[in-house]
């Protein structure tokens, strides 16, 4: 049987700066290069599982109604084996992060910027996951939403699942 795994976050859309070395403060200094791609810890972690292709993900975000969310609901669920459980909120643009990359050291610097985007609320993920009973696994990511997430994961354990929680 293929295993079935839920994830419970963010994504986000993180645009990335490629400089030779990170630049000085109040210094201006041209990219190499600019990347736009699918980010976030929800995200990135469906992407890799998603080149597993040994198992399918559920992956519950909060999306917004602008492009990228539709970019990025459609390219994550063109691999066949991630689903987005999407709560969708009209007029909400997706967080982002912009980084800068240093060839130099390898180093990155993220700046994020949520914006008018919440955070998913326990009502929110359980309206979007109809039944729990079908995952083998359950990974539920926060940043600074901790006590949804605590109640989101006694949730789960009410319904005598188990559940991995990660910080």
Same mark, same amino acid.
């Given at each position: ?33 600019? =990347? ?64 800068? *990359?240093?060839? =130099? ?6 700046? *994020? ?25 359950? *990974?539920?990511? *926060? ?25």
């Amino acid at each position: 049987m293929t295993p079935k795994i839920l994830i419970v976050g963010n994504i986000c859309k993180d645009i990335i700066y490629s400089t030779d070395s990170y630049p000085a403060e109040d210094r201006k200094v041209k990219a190499l290069s600019k =990347e736009t791609r699918i980010g976030g810890n929800a995200g990135n972690i469906a992407q890799v599982l998603a080149q597993l292709k040994d198992c399918y993900v559920d992956c519950c975000v909060k999306l917004g109604s602008c492009e990228f969310s539709k970019y990025t609901k459609s390219s994550l669920e063109s691999t066949a084996t991630v689903r987005l459980l999407a709560v969708v909120e009209q007029d909400m643009d997706i967080p982002e992060s912009v980084v800068l *990359h240093s060839n =130099e050291t390898g180093s990155r610097t993220c700046l *994020h910027f949520r914006g008018n985007c919440n955070d998913l609320n326990c009502e929110e993920v359980f309206s979007a996951v109809s039944d729990l009973s079908k995952y083998q696994w359950i *990974h539920l990511e *926060h940043r600074r939403n901790g006590l949804e997430v605590l109640k989101i994961a006694k949730e789960i354990k009410r319904l005598r699942l188990c559940v991995d929680t990660t910080a």
